[in-house]
């Protein structure tokens, strides 16, 4: 279209130059030739036809007519009309001024962050876009959820949707500093046996303790579970008043003697009210999802070992939003600078099932 308006301009240029070195008379008998010739073409078509005109003829007429006085346009025959031409010229400016006035909005994500949050949700089907959010955290990536959520729609893969977190009030809140929880929960193993696991967790650092798992959970073994746990804690057990734990029969006085010996006050939920240890209660779902239903565990010995290394990646890798998407162990890197060379590696924990994203050396 471009090139089309140059080579008509030019044209016509030429045409100027030399109807300019013609004798007067007959540049005047070749206008009045034309336009007889174009009345003629009007009154064929009709006065309601209208001849089709392109954009780089509409670009030549106006700058042709703008070269000719005002008061010689009523007396010109045009196959458009002047108010046709003025029209063509406030839409121009319309489109110049809308295209400046544009909002530019927020910088486009880099391409090697789309490739990466692509190939997560790819790599791990029980991600959602916060979790990813979390991953390119720990690894000094700066991205909003809300930008995650964009790019994995836009690529036909639908976020997981939010999932709010616990809301046992302004105890929880003001006191998280000073609380462990405590519970039990269950695996059906492959032997045909039960497993009965007992953890911990801190309500502050989101870091968990994995105390034990047996298949008889008597008063004997969770009391001893209870003194390996204040072992584990070395001397952190002052600043935490509160265990939180529910009214299982496997917690019995012998188990609440070990942390009155500290001066720790057990706080029991109410009954049927798993609401109260709710950070306990979603950290179970959590294991369950992302390892436990994913695997066959055999016995209860495959089972320590598979809790252990769960735990280690729970702790050092794995992003907390509570935490701000750090690892209850390791603080959030610097962001990155150079987008353009950064290269990710994958490690894989318990055989693939889990997946840890790292910057390359």
């Not at 105890?171 to 405590?182: K, Y």
């Not at 798992?213 to 969770?222: G, L, M, V």
């Not at 734990?245 to 012998?254: C, L, N, V």
Request: with cysteine; glycine share 6%.
């Amino acid at each position: 279209m471009c090139l089309r308006f140059v080579f008509l301009l030019t044209s016509r240029m030429l045409a100027a130059a030399r109807v300019s070195r013609r004798d007067a008379a007959w540049r005047t008998a070749e206008i009045l030739l034309l336009q007889h010739q174009l009345t003629v073409l009007q009154r064929q078509l009709g006065e309601r036809a209208r001849p089709k005109v392109s954009w780089a003829d509409r670009a030549l007429i106006a700058l042709l007519l703008g070269l000719i006085p005002r008061a010689r346009h009523a007396r010109m025959r045009l196959i458009v009309t002047p108010g046709a031409i003025l029209r063509w010229r406030r839409d121009l400016l319309r489109r110049r001024w809308a295209r400046k006035s544009a909002p530019k909005g927020r910088p486009p994500t880099h391409r090697n962050i789309k490739a990466l949050v692509l190939r997560m949700a790819r790599e791990n089907t029980g991600w959602g876009y916060r979790r990813i959010a979390g991953e390119l955290a720990g690894l000094g990536i700066k991205v909003a959820p809300s930008t995650v959520w964009a790019i994995l729609r836009k690529a036909g893969i639908e976020p997981a949707p939010q999932r709010n977190g616990p809301s046992w009030a302004s105890f929880l809140r003001s006191q998280a500093e000073a609380i462990l929880a405590t519970d039990f929960f269950t695996v059906d193993l492959l032997d045909g046996t039960t497993a009965h696991i007992l953890t911990m967790i801190e309500h502050a650092t989101r870091r968990i303790h994995i105390l034990g798992a047996t298949a008889h959970p008597t008063a004997e073994w969770t009391t001893q579970m209870a003194r390996n746990a204040l072992m584990d804690l070395g001397e952190q057990p002052e600043r935490f008043k509160f265990p939180i734990r529910d009214h299982g029969r496997q917690f019995t006085a012998g188990f609440d003697a070990v942390f009155h010996a500290s001066d720790i006050r057990i706080v029991t939920t109410g009954i049927q009210a798993p609401v109260m240890n709710a950070i306990q209660e979603r950290r179970h779902r959590t294991v369950r999802i992302e390892l436990l239903d994913r695997t066959l565990v055999w016995d209860l010995a495959h089972l320590r070992s598979v809790l252990a290394e769960y735990e280690t990646f729970y702790n050092e890798h794995r992003p907390h939003r509570a935490l701000g998407n750090a690892a209850p162990l390791r603080p959030l890197p610097d962001n990155i600078v150079d987008l353009d060379h950064f290269r990710i590696t994958r490690r894989d924990r318990i055989d693939g099932i889990l997946h840890e994203y790292h910057i390359a050396a």
